[in-house]
């Protein structure tokens, strides 16, 4: 086995017990990156260099016998929305793209003061709008399983790099799927957690009341080993809750899920799930049946009917608001010009890639004067109703399957001259971002073309813990995450 | 409704980006086809909710008032595309309201 293959647990233990250096797993994973690269596209930025400095001190640590950290040793690759400090963080946007931060988000130093080296800066749709990975400045990241193919968006570079074997655990950030989709379609478990578990200083916004970080790994433990780690309370995010965290590790032990109910949402008879989706969602429903769960059905009318429409006033509403800042004066790119007004409009004519621009527009639009309350206001209440409808399926049952996506992995190019299409893809993943709750995606198997399936299960606010066990049955049944040969058509 | 070119320009200036006439068209069309989901919404009974409540946050926290250092503003400074000593520099900005 090479050590790129081993899971991060994998490779904290094997460090601690000094079967293998810090400084080895990182050539390993570099080697392993540098050789896929030019494939899969999967990073913006290399910090390798970095990386080994701190795989060092990992070393040092143990050959001092001292504590080297829950994260000892394990190569992470980083969505490029979170800042590192004096490291490019580009939002793989042209209006920030040499910028470097004067500090470190919170989870960046979290996981490197766990001993994690953080390799480099991962792909990802241009300021996380998109669900392809392909609205980004530095070109589309490629599935690792059908180079042809789009890794799912946004956090498609952070879903890619695990799935190929680059790194066992990547950061992604999810707004309305960018976590999930992407785990779904690389074939990666992927972790949105509730609103407020993850610090989201450093992350650079988005839509501020949805936005999420979360890990992409290849196992469940490596899930719950993260989570631990990223979860952490801080004074510096006001949304982040100061509620104890659980010992996330102590959910993947559990062998029955006898008492629980697992839901099943009627309206997704309405939907045109593809034939090998739906053979993912009813595979997975039969294996949480046979751990002891009973499925019941729940119904979710306002979520599946007017999730989309709310989710698209009110993240451009916030995106509009937070993409302000981006003004060519106080960072990132500049164009320019005589008189300020200009430098504004110049400046982010030329930063901004076509779908941001659209979301700026729609979401300036919904806030504008005389449309404010017919939509904004009016989404905002929707979203109420959806938290609600949420909350009354919990009140039956302790989690909810729903698929990623209506298909599989699409072509690059298939769906780009057609957002609304692309939109539609978050149908199922967006309303959970909608309600802060949290949602894992699970790889199933994979299709006759060899294409990963995924589903997503979705728990209560807080409700991790039963996530990561019904998480890690279904890990035992269908497998931990593969690595893909990447480059290999199938 | 059909939002026409003319207000996506003039929303382009709220927002103060710059648009030519191809990305105003093309915006145009991307409108009339996302109303369709936003005029959705007009249809479901939101009689009596509040849009303010956000359910299931925990409320504001609070924290002393304390000064802390933030070590960082010559290297923030020095990533600006124009300063001068602590300052961020713009172009002149008197006579711009002549202009919107």
Same mark, same amino acid.
């Given at each position: 086995? !090479? +050590?790129?293959?081993?899971?991060?647990?994998?490779?904290?233990?094997?460090?601690?017990?000094?079967?293998?250096?810090?400084?080895?797993?990182?050539?390993?994973?570099?080697? /392993?990156?540098?050789?896929?690269?030019?494939?899969?596209?999967?990073?913006?930025?290399?910090?390798?260099?970095?990386?080994?400095?701190?795989?060092?001190?990992?070393?040092?640590?143990?050959?001092?016998?001292?504590?080297?950290?829950?994260?000892?040793?394990?190569?992470?690759?980083?969505?490029?929305?979170?800042?590192? !400090?004096?490291?490019?963080?580009?939002?793989?946007?042209?209006?920030? !793209?040499?910028?470097?931060?004067?500090?470190?988000?919170?989870?960046?130093?979290?996981?490197?003061?766990?001993?994690?080296?953080?390799?480099?800066?991962?792909?990802?749709?241009? $300021?996380?709008?998109?669900?392809?990975?392909?609205?980004?400045?530095?070109?589309?990241?490629?599935?690792?399983?059908?180079?042809? /193919?789009?890794?799912?968006?946004?956090?498609?570079?952070?879903?890619?790099?695990?799935?190929?074997?680059?790194?066992?655990?990547?950061?992604?950030?999810?707004?309305?799927?960018?976590?999930?989709?992407?785990?779904?379609?690389?074939?990666? $478990?992927?972790?949105?957690?509730?609103?407020?578990? #993850?610090? /989201?200083?450093?992350?650079?916004?988005?839509?501020?009341?949805?936005?999420?970080?979360?890990?992409?790994?290849?196992?469940?433990?490596?899930?719950?080993?993260? +989570?631990?780690?990223?979860?952490?309370?801080?004074?510096?995010?006001?949304?982040?809750?100061?509620? %104890?965290?659980?010992?996330?590790?102590?959910?993947?032990? /559990?062998?029955?899920?006898?008492?629980?109910?697992?839901?099943? #949402?009627?309206?997704?008879?309405?939907?045109?799930?593809?034939?090998?989706?739906?053979?993912?969602?009813?595979?997975?429903?039969?294996?949480?049946? =046979?751990?002891?769960?009973?499925?019941?059905?729940?119904?979710?009318?306002?979520?599946?009917?007017?999730?989309?429409?709310?989710?698209?006033?009110?993240?451009?509403?916030?995106?509009?608001?937070?993409?302000?800042?981006?003004?060519?004066?106080?960072?990132?790119?500049?164009?320019?010009?005589?008189?300020?007004?200009?430098?504004?409009? !110049?400046?982010?004519?030329?930063?901004?890639?076509?779908?941001?621009?659209?979301?700026?527009?729609?979401?300036?639009?919904?806030?504008?004067?005389?449309?404010?309350?017919?939509?904004?206001?009016?989404?905002?209440?929707?979203?109420?109703?959806?938290?609600?409808?949420?909350?009354?399926?919990?009140? %039956?049952?302790?989690?909810?399957?729903?698929?990623?996506?209506?298909?599989?992995?699409?072509?690059?190019?298939?769906?780009?001259?057609?957002?609304?299409?692309?939109?539609?893809?978050? #149908?199922?993943?967006?309303?959970?971002?909608?309600?802060?709750?949290?949602?894992?995606?699970?790889?199933?198997?994979?299709?006759?073309?060899?294409?990963?399936?995924?589903?997503?299960?979705?728990?209560?606010?807080?409700?991790?813990?039963?996530?990561?066990?019904?998480?890690?049955?279904?890990?035992?049944?269908?497998?931990?995450?593969?690595?893909? =040969?990447?480059?290999?058509?199938? | 409704?059909?939002?026409?070119?003319?207000?996506?320009?003039?929303?382009?200036?709220?927002?103060?980006?710059?648009?030519?006439?191809?990305?105003?068209?093309?915006?145009?069309?991307?409108?009339?086809?996302?109303?369709?989901?936003?005029?959705?919404?007009?249809?479901?009974?939101?009689?009596?909710?509040?849009?303010?409540?956000?359910?299931?946050?925990?409320?504001?926290?609070?924290?002393?008032?304390?000064?802390?250092?933030?070590?960082?503003?010559?290297?923030?400074?020095?990533?600006?595309?124009?300063?001068?000593?602590?300052?961020?520099?713009?172009?002149?900005?008197?006579?711009?309201?002549?202009?919107?």
């Amino acid at each position: 086995m !090479k +050590l790129y293959e081993l899971s991060a647990s994998e490779i904290v233990r094997g460090i601690r017990n000094k079967d293998f250096s810090a400084v080895e797993v990182l050539r390993s994973s570099l080697d /392993r990156a540098g050789s896929l690269e030019k494939d899969l596209n999967a990073m913006t930025a290399f910090s390798s260099e970095e990386a080994m400095v701190q795989a060092a001190s990992v070393d040092e640590a143990i050959a001092r016998n001292e504590e080297p950290g829950m994260l000892a040793g394990v190569p992470v690759l980083v969505k490029d929305n979170m800042c590192t !400090k004096g490291i490019n963080t580009s939002c793989a946007s042209n209006i920030l !793209k040499d910028w470097k931060p004067p500090y470190n988000a919170t989870v960046v130093d979290l996981i490197e003061n766990e001993g994690a080296s953080i390799i480099g800066k991962a792909n990802m749709d241009e $300021f996380a709008m998109g669900s392809s990975c392909e609205h980004s400045a530095f070109g589309p990241a490629h599935n690792p399983w059908d180079t042809d /193919r789009v890794t799912g968006g946004s956090s498609g570079g952070s879903a890619a790099g695990v799935a190929a074997g680059y790194v066992p655990l990547s950061l992604g950030s999810d707004t309305g799927g960018s976590i999930r989709l992407p785990a779904g379609f690389c074939g990666t $478990f992927g972790l949105k957690p509730t609103y407020g578990m #993850v610090s /989201r200083y450093g992350l650079i916004a988005f839509a501020s009341s949805l936005d999420q970080i979360g890990p992409f790994a290849r196992t469940m433990e490596d899930i719950a080993l993260s +989570l631990q780690v990223l979860s952490a309370i801080d004074p510096k995010d006001s949304t982040c809750s100061r509620r %104890q965290r659980p010992v996330f590790n102590s959910a993947l032990q /559990r062998e029955s899920l006898k008492g629980r109910k697992v839901g099943l #949402v009627k309206e997704f008879s309405e939907y045109d799930l593809s034939p090998d989706i739906q053979g993912a969602v009813n595979k997975t429903l039969r294996t949480l049946e =046979d751990a002891g769960a009973e499925i019941v059905e729940v119904s979710l009318p306002v979520t599946m009917t007017s999730g989309l429409g709310a989710y698209y006033i009110l993240a451009p509403a916030e995106a509009s608001s937070n993409l302000a800042r981006y003004d060519g004066v106080k960072y990132g790119h500049s164009e320019p010009s005589d008189d300020l007004l200009n430098l504004y409009l !110049k400046t982010r004519k030329a930063g901004f890639g076509d779908e941001v621009k659209r979301r700026i527009l729609t979401g300036t639009y919904v806030l504008s004067s005389g449309y404010y309350d017919a939509y904004y206001l009016t989404a905002q209440k929707v979203r109420q109703v959806i938290t609600r409808e949420f909350n009354a399926a919990f009140a %039956q049952v302790d989690s909810i399957i729903m698929p990623d996506s209506p298909a599989p992995a699409f072509r690059i190019g298939e769906l780009i001259d057609d957002p609304i299409q692309m939109y539609m893809i978050d #149908v199922f993943t967006l309303p959970v971002n909608l309600a802060g709750l949290p949602g894992l995606s699970v790889n199933t198997g994979f299709s006759s073309q060899g294409l990963p399936l995924g589903v997503q299960l979705v728990g209560p606010k807080w409700g991790e813990m039963q996530l990561l066990s019904q998480g890690s049955i279904l890990e035992k049944e269908f497998g931990s995450a593969k690595i893909a =040969d990447g480059g290999e058509k199938r | 409704m059909a939002i026409s070119e003319e207000v996506v320009k003039r929303v382009a200036m709220l927002a103060r980006l710059e648009i030519d006439e191809t990305e105003a068209s093309s915006m145009a069309q991307h409108f009339d086809g996302i109303l369709e989901h936003f005029n959705r919404l007009q249809e479901l009974d939101l009689e009596g909710i509040n849009p303010f409540v956000m359910e299931g946050i925990e409320g504001t926290p609070l924290r002393e008032d304390e000064v802390r250092p933030w070590g960082n503003r010559d290297e923030a400074l020095r990533q600006a595309p124009d300063s001068d000593g602590d300052f961020f520099r713009v172009p002149s900005i008197l006579g711009e309201e002549d202009k919107i």
